[in-house]
């Protein structure tokens, strides 16, 4: 969290008219996307990818690839099949600069490509990118041979020096503020020299389906991965070098960005179907099924996609968030609205996000009439009737998302700078009014 801006772009989030009744299309998955891109342009081949996430993460990575030499052919396939990107792979070299923006997805999977590439590059960011974790990336990659500047500061800016190859091998690492640390060392490993054996070894791991994510696509792009899961050591994972494919891949719909939506239809006590919900996934954002029902909805995995009602009860819960952090903001906002109190916890690492996501929620729900209080690794709430005001996000999309949320229940709410929900919805405000039948100038009005 920084400081309030003082002239805020501000968003009146539209409240529910009734219970919501509707089918909302979310757009591809980010963290699929991204690791997509990555692994095609490790591939030996070309690849697609179909129905990818646009969005600033993904057109960061995209073009901080293309940066490096790959080849990224944005198109539209045949007959309403939607969106869809030829990845050409090629010699990776610099000197390239890289804007990483404030994605964690492109400051942590980018360098160890970067190693791999051919001259120096320049990574650099949004100032809140300064502050994000990256020394288990930084200190992992010169264990395993690259020679990388970083000002002595374990953090970005920075200048990998990239020398055509890397070694690889061994490496310990203490991924317990970010598990995209291990993503990160993963997802390039097959073209080190010798591979890589990541061993964390902090108290913690948060995040664990996104290492899941991480391991099912290095196989699916035909690489050898050993991991405690599927019967490896705990906390170790192994990667041998080998080619990688070009494959060509539809891209999920980005569940933990479905989750406002659903949140609507929880709070309503209304109704919304996001079609092509996987069946199987290893996205977080799956979780919200049970967490949801467990605050008083019900859903059905159909044929149409996951339909999921609200009752018009609205529960506390008391549940771990650790393995599925990036859904705290929208189970936050909820459990503001509840009819009882609500324990979030082992999201500690939530400070180190976008924003430091424990102060903000809580001082914003709180700006509102909230009672929320911080613990040393979560959130207290405890409901109360809320009131109108301005609802801060410190450039934290989720942070939009969670105040629109509440702003369906309780009038005046005002979103400061919702266009921060570019970072990976950049039609938010569009879908959200859709949702509720509203035209996006008419949601202002009716709260005017
Ligand atoms: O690998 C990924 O795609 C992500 C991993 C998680 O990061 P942390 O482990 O840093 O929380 C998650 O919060 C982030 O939104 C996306
Ligand atoms: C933590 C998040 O993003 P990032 O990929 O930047 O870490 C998030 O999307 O909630």
Redesign the pocket.
Known sequence: MTATPAQPDLWTAPRAGGAVDATVTVPGS??VTNRALVLAALASEPGWLRRPLRSR?TLLMAQALRTLGVGIEEGVGPDGTGERWRVIPARLHGPAAVDVG????VMRFLPPVAALADGDVRFDGDPRSYE?PLHGVIDALRALGARIDDGGRGALPLTVHGAGALEGGSVEIDASS?S?FVSALLLSAPRFNQGVEVRHTGSRLPSMPHIRMTVEMLRAVGAQVDEPETGGEPDVWRVSPSALLGRDLTVEPDL?NAQPFLAAALVTGGRVVVPDWPQRTTQPGDALREIFTAMGGSCELTEQGLVFSGTGVVHGIDVDLGEV??LTPGIAAVAALADSPSVLRGVAHLRL??TDRLAALTKEINGLGGDVTETADGLEIRPRPLRGGVFHTYDD??MATAGAVIGLAVPGVEIENVATTA??LPDFPAMWTGMLGLETAGAADRNA
């Open positions: 980010k963290s993460d404030n994605a964690g997805t994000r970010s995209q933990s952090g990036e996000h976008e999309h989720r970072k990976t």
